[in-house]
């Protein structure tokens, strides 16, 4: 199941980041492109079922859809950025602190 292995893929670079981190991601950000043998609903039950029970459960999964079939991604699954959450004010940039004010 070629999902299945895009999934796993995915997941693992996830680990890695949050390993560097040291945190459990809030939210995942990732470009999906018009060729990429997956809808982005298909993608998120494929995501609910793999992060049940996981730490992940709880992050946001953010995807961005890609239209052209002539970008370099067009075929891909891009993960474009992990978002943590801060554990101290000193720990966030100014726009996390604006956020954390909202």
């Known amino acids: 199941m070629h999902e299945l292995s895009l999934l796993n893929s995915l997941l693992s670079k996830i680990?890695?980041?949050?390993?560097v981190e040291n945190k459990t991601p809030i939210a995942i950000h990732l470009q999906l492109g018009?060729?990429?043998?997956i809808s982005p609903a298909h993608?998120?039950?494929?995501?609910q079922h793999a992060?049940?029970?996981t730490a992940l459960a709880s992050a946001a999964l953010h995807i961005v859809e890609l239209e052209d079939?002539?970008?370099?991604?067009?075929?891909?699954?891009?993960l474009e950025?992990?978002?943590?959450?801060?554990?101290?004010m000193d720990?966030?940039?100014?726009?996390d602190r604006e956020k954390n004010d909202d």
């Open 15 to 19: 680990e890695q980041m949050s390993a």
């Open 34 to 37: 018009p060729l990429a043998h």
């Open 43 to 47: 993608l998120r039950e494929h995501w």
């Open 51 to 53: 992060v049940a029970g």
């Open 69 to 78: 079939i002539n970008h370099p991604h067009a075929q891909d699954m891009v």
């Open 81 to 88: 950025s992990l978002e943590f959450a801060c554990d101290t």
């Open 91 to 95: 720990d966030c940039s100014q726009e």
